[in-house]
């Protein structure tokens, strides 16, 4: 029996990094075997093959003012052909979106639908070897709970109740500031094998197939 393929499509925090010190320093990238989609393949073994699509600065939806690779979807219609046939994506996009004050938590919650939509398009083309498949579900964006991120984390809640009332969502499971980089946005190695603990606990309940 083949292994199911998941993609993971993302930004900086499922490309694996380390996020920013406390003096504003790039810290780098975590090694693969700590990066969250690498510990999820470790606890799936071989009943998934998980593909990594992750970028930093990578956006939902496409913003005029920057680097044209940064936004998703054109990245996504890349990705997608190349992992190819999948049977379920999960995307992590949305923080970088809400840090952009003219992107309304409408239009990021659209941009956000529009990976589903389009997924269901292309495996719904019989060109495509996708047969019917490919499940989206996304993983709820979110923020360390500190006071200077009130009004980001606030917009976040926001999108990820429009994401709810019509997708599959999985809960984002980190909420302490352990779980996260001095930035308070990039995941510390504590978050990410708490991140890829909840992603296993959701695929074997069924969220993912």
């Given amino acids: 029996m083949q292994p199911g393929r998941i993609l993971i499509y993302g930004d900086s925090n ?22 969250w989609p690498n510990i999820l393949q470790q606890l799936l073994g ?26 998703g979807k054109i990245g996504y219609e890349i990705a997608l052909r190349e992992a190819s046939p999948v049977s379920g994506v999960i995307i992590a996009l949305g923080v970088n979106d809400a840090q952009n ?10 941009d ?11 495996a719904a083309d ?8 490919g499940s989206v579900w996304y993983i ?5 709970p500190a006071q200077r991120y009130k009004p980001l984390a606030s917009k976040l809640q926001c999108i990820s109740e ?10 984002n499971p980190l909420d302490d500031h352990d779980d996260y980089a001095p930035d308070g946005i990039h995941f510390s190695l ?20």
Wanted: contains cysteine; hydrophobic residues 35%.
């Fill in 46 to 71: 071989d009943e998934y093959d998980i593909i990594q699509a992750g970028l930093c600065g990578r956006t939902a939806g496409e913003y005029a003012e920057q680097t044209p690779y940064l936004g």
């Fill in 190 to 209: 504590q978050g990410h094998r708490r991140m890829a603990q909840a992603i296993y606990k959701a695929i074997k309940e069924g969220v993912a197939k």
């Fill in 14 to 35: 499922v490309w694996g990094d380390k996020g920013f010190g406390e003096n504003g320093a790039p810290l780098g990238r975590y090694a693969t075997k700590q990066q």
């Fill in 126 to 133: 019989s060109k495509n070897d996708m047969a019917g498949g």
């Fill in 140 to 144: 709820e964006p979110t923020v360390v």
């Fill in 162 to 171: 429009m994401l709810r009332a019509t997708h599959t969502t999985i809960s």
């Fill in 101 to 110: 004050e003219s992107a309304s938590s409408e239009q990021i919650a659209a």
């Fill in 112 to 122: 956000l639908q529009w990976y589903s939509a389009y997924t269901q398009a292309y």
